[in-house]
Structures are given as structure tokens and as C-alpha cells.
């Protein structure tokens, strides 16, 4: 999201998963082994990142670097841990605020 007020030194806050279908059906995919090397993971960290590059450049910002592959780690590391899709997103875009030092 970008601040409506120009010049204000508000930072876009990535909305993470904007595939939203995609990433419902991925995470009732059973998770096979421990960590993030399984194909259910890796395909949550893909189309995540993919939603923050694209969150960021339709605001015209560069993304952090580490922004991306941290908070898409963390929503399948959430996922891992049973939360909903929602509630890794609301978990990870809090640490990518302060991590990052962004605005909502």
C-alpha cells in the first residue's frame, strides 16, 4: 500500500498473497518432511515472492533486500506450524514492518 500523501516517507507494505486460491489449496497439501525443501513450501515461498515484486514494483519501489525471502519463509514456516493463510500473513507482514522498517 502506498501512503496518500506523497513524499511522506511511507513505504509500500507488500499484501503477500494476493493468490489467495493458490496458496488455500497449497496449504491443505500435507507437509511431507521438516524445514522448507518440501514442493508444497518451495511453491508457497514462489508465488509469494512474486506477489511482493509485483506489490512493489506497481508502487515504484525497490524491494528491500532479504524482504521477499524472509517474509515468504515465514508464511510457510506459519503454514508449517498450522496457521491459516490469513493469520501467517497478518504474523509475517508484523515482522517485515519492524524488520524492515515499513508503514502499513
Known amino acids: 500500500m502506498v501512503s496518500a500523501h506523497p513524499g511522506s516517507g511511507l513505504r509500500p507494505l507488500p499484501v503477500l498473497l494476493s493468490l489467495a486460491g493458490s496458496a488455500l489449496l497449497l496449504a491443505g ?6 524445514g522448507l525443501n518440501n514442493m508444497r ?6 508465488y509469494c515472492t512474486l506477489a511482493v515484486n509485483a506489490d512493489f514494483a506497481k ?13 515468504c519463509t515465514c508464511v510457510a514456516q506459519q503454514v508449517n506450524a498450522r496457521a491459516s493463510i490469513a493469520q501467517a500473513e497478518t504474523i509475517c507482514k508484523q515482522q517485515a514492518l519492524g524488520k524492515y522498517n515499513l508503514s502499513p
Open 29 to 34: 497439501l500435507p507437509a511431507r518432511a521438516q
Open 59 to 71: 508502487a515504484g519501489k525497490t524491494v528491500p533486500a532479504g524482504l521477499a525471502t524472509d517474509t
Open 41 to 46: 513450501d518451495q511453491l508457497i515461498i514462489h
